[in-house]
């Protein structure tokens, strides 16, 4: 893959379709910081699923794509739960908790957690340098949350915990996907999505049904917030994801996962524009050491990038 990769000149629609996916992604954390504190995380966590599914239902009609789950759905909707319910129900937690660029940033943190999760439970190897990239995430971590912004010092904890907990799940998924599916013959990713999305759905349904009998009355009648979760839904789900696999078709796995470091600085940017976030030095020197840590554990080993 390697060579393949090196070989393709990235175009300026390339670099375009990139930078539009990290724009759109980053958006998804204002998103959820605009409609879960209105109408609280599970409900925000439910739509932002459910809407992700119609879209990728009414790209599958009409993209006449074949329903050939080829035996796999049952193993889809349980990754859905693992991949889609679990980390958008956490990142609408936190959403209450913390600026969106805060979640943003330790969302980039899943190549860490999931360097952590191959080594200590599916037997992967990792090297020094990965392990350099480890040791520098979890500083950064620690910097963000003990020297980030004072105001949320109160709450910080349990929303930075809430993240984690999402980048696990998203860590998990990645292995058992491998496992489960690619192993297996592999399967469309389009079906994979739209699966994973009626597992999601079907695993937030209960605690939606739960919320709405014995939660606090909600105010349904706002606009901006089902704006945000129309937005959450089509766009940052169902249009993010055509996107990403248009990218990795084009540019390669490798060259894609550099979003991770894009979506953070637009998270920021859009919080400061539309909710007047601001961040303080100790988030941005946490950043910075987070973003190193994920190079180096994304960038490929010089061993394995001459031998693919």
Not at 205 to 230: C, E, K, R, T
Request: glycine share 10%; hydrophobic share 55%.
């Amino acid at each position: 893959m390697g060579n393949i990769e090196m070989g393709h000149k990235m175009r300026a629609i390339d670099y375009i379709r990139l930078l539009t996916l990290a724009a759109i992604w980053g958006a998804s954390f204002l998103f959820m910081r605009i409609a879960s504190p209105a109408i609280g995380p599970v409900n925000t966590a439910f739509f932002r699923v459910f809407f992700g599914l119609i879209g990728l239902a009414f790209i599958i009609v009409i993209i006449r794509k074949s329903m050939a789950f080829r035996g796999k759905l049952g193993k889809i909707l349980i990754l859905g739960a693992i991949n889609s319910g679990i980390p958008f129900l956490m990142y609408s937690i936190a959403a209450i908790l913390l600026p969106a660029g805060y979640s943003a940033i330790l969302n980039a943190t899943t190549p860490l957690t999931g360097a952590l999760i191959g080594f200590f439970i599916f037997s992967e190897s990792l090297t020094i340098k990965k392990w350099l990239g480890v040791t520098l995430g979890i500083v950064g971590i620690t910097v963000i949350t003990t020297v980030g912004d004072s105001n949320i010092v109160g709450n910080i904890y349990i929303g930075v915990t809430a993240c984690i907990i999402a980048t696990i799940g998203y860590g998990f998924a990645g292995f058992l996907t491998r496992k489960w599916i690619t192993q297996q013959g592999g399967l469309d990713p389009t079906l994979v999505a739209f699966g994973s999305q009626i597992g999601a759905t079907i695993f937030l349904a209960p605690f939606l049904i739960w919320n709405l009998s014995s939660g606090p009355s909600i105010d349904w009648l706002q606009g901006d917030v089902w704006i945000s979760l129309l937005a959450v839904g089509f766009v940052c789900t169902s249009l993010a994801y055509i996107l990403y696999f248009r990218l990795i078709a084009d540019i390669g796995p490798l060259r894609s996962l550099t979003v991770t470091f894009l979506v953070p600085p637009f998270a920021v940017l859009w919080g400061f524009l539309v909710l007047d976030e601001t961040i303080s030095s100790g988030f941005l020197v946490g950043s910075l050491i987070v973003l190193l840590s994920v190079w180096l554990i994304v960038s490929p080993d010089a061993k394995k990038s001459l031998s693919h």
